[in-house]
Structures are given as structure tokens and as C-alpha cells.
T-cell receptor, first 116, second 117 residues
Framework: GDSVTQMEGPVTLSEEAFLTINCTYT??????LFWYVQYPGEGLQLLLKATKADDKGSNKGFEATYRKETTSFHLEKGSVQVSDSAVYFC???????????????FGQGTILTVHP | GAVVSQHPSRVICKSGTSVKIECRSL??????MFWYRQFPKQSLMLMAT?????????EQGVEKDKFLINHASLTLSTLTVTSAHPEDSSFYIC?????????????FGPGTRLTVL
């Protein structure tokens, strides 16, 4: 079945540091890939997405590129802020047919803490 | 756009009682909604897929008689935890899929914290 593996956290950075959170996936079809962010005490928010190979999703300074050859979707940001402290989830959506269509499979989540 | 609400945000109940959680899509129609459970510091576990006007599809290991799902309209799905026990205490999150806004994307509610005493 489909699976998503994220780098283990927690990740602790100083403000303005460079961020990379690794994400790799296993899927039988051609999934869409997502990064969701969960701020303390809140639900998940869509951060960015990519629907096909070589697509780059970007939002709020975060970027991730859909790499089919390495089955990866690593999240990057050039300069993090304290307000970026949250839990980040990588996910894929099965676009194959049948009852699994549209179901999201999540990675385990990575806790990011940014210090001033 | 694409806002999903949940009610209540927190609920505390006694063991053996039933609790209903509502999930609403506020500005779009959602033929499909999903219910997740999240344990502390862990990822989301999909419990079931709720389709408007038909029976929900439950994931393996999820008791359908314990977690009743009803998707009676295009903007409302409910999850009822029947005869709740302390081990049912968790963070329950719903999401809705909006084909008309950004296809193939789920929008999540803020979650409901259930505590069973």
C-alpha cells in the first residue's frame, strides 16, 4: 500500500536558518503530494501541493518539488521565523480508481521549533 | 474560501455516554468528508470516508458500530462515538474535499478534543 516517510524530529533551529524536512513516499499510482502544517492547538492547514512530476509547490516562503525519480517531496525554506514553529506533515493522495481515490496517507509528522 | 468547521471544539463526557461531533463545510459543497483520529504527538489515522447519501466506508480495525457516521447533506457530516470509554479519548479531525475549488485537496476542520472520564 501507499506510505509516506518523514525525517524524524524534533527539529530545532535558530531564526533565519535554512530548513529542510525530508519526505519520501511509496505509491502504486501517480499520487498528488502535499505538505500540511499544524500550529499548536489548531487543525491542519494546507501549506503547498504538487500534482505531477517536477511540479514545484510554494507558499509563505516554503517550497517542495515533486521528484518522481527519487520518490521525494522535501520541504525547504531559506530563512525560518519563530512563527513557523509547528508540526509539518507530508502526505499523498491516491488518484487511482476505486474506493481508495482521494484518501490521504500521512507521514508521521515533524515538530519544528524555531528560537529567536 | 474552503473553510471547514467542527463542533464542539472540546467535550468531556462520562464513560458509557455517547458524543456527537459535527463537521461542516461552510462555503462549498462536500460530497466526501473524512474522519481522522490523532493521538498525542502522532500522525493522523484515517477512520472512515463519509459519502453524502450513502454509507460510510470504514478503515480496517475501526468499529463501525462504535463510531457512527452520518453524511446527510452536502455540507454536514457527523461522527457519534457511542458508549464512550477512556480509551476513546483523542483528537478527532474531519476534512472535506472540494472538487470545485482546488481539486484533489482536502480541507481540515480545527479538530475536537474528546476526553472520556
Amino acid at each position: 500500500g501507499d506510505s509516506v516517510t518523514q525525517m524524524e524530529g524534533p527539529v530545532t533551529l535558530s531564526e533565519e536558518a535554512f530548513l529542510t524536512i525530508n519526505c519520501t513516499y511509496t505509491a502504486t499510482g501517480y499520487p498528488s503530494l502535499f505538505w500540511y502544517v499544524q500550529y499548536p492547538g489548531e487543525g491542519l492547514q494546507l501549506l503547498l501541493k504538487a500534482t505531477k512530476a517536477d511540479d514545484k509547490g510554494s507558499n509563505k516562503g516554503f517550497e517542495a518539488t515533486y521528484r518522481k525519480e527519487t520518490t521525494s517531496f522535501h520541504l525547504e525554506k531559506g530563512s525560518v521565523q519563530v512563527s513557523d514553529s509547528a508540526v509539518y506533515f507530508c502526505a499523498l493522495s491516491d488518484r487511482g480508481g476505486g474506493t481508495s481515490y482521494g484518501k490521504l496517507t500521512f507521514g508521521q509528522g515533524t515538530i519544528l521549533t524555531v528560537h529567536p | 474560501g474552503a473553510v471547514v468547521s467542527q463542533h464542539p471544539s472540546r467535550v468531556i463526557c462520562k464513560s458509557g455516554t455517547s458524543v456527537k461531533i459535527e463537521c461542516r463545510s461552510l462555503d462549498f459543497q462536500a460530497t466526501t468528508m473524512f474522519w481522522y483520529r490523532q493521538f498525542p504527538k502522532q500522525s493522523l489515522m484515517l477512520m472512515a470516508t463519509s459519502n453524502e447519501g450513502s454509507k460510510a466506508t470504514y478503515e480496517q480495525g475501526v468499529e463501525k458500530d462504535k463510531f457512527l457516521i452520518n453524511h446527510a447533506s452536502l455540507t454536514l457530516s457527523t461522527l457519534t462515538v457511542t458508549s464512550a470509554h477512556p480509551e476513546d479519548s483523542s483528537f478527532y479531525i474531519c476534512s472535506a474535499r472540494d472538487w470545485g475549488w482546488v481539486p484533489d485537496t482536502q480541507y481540515f476542520g480545527p479538530g475536537t478534543r474528546l476526553t472520556v472520564l
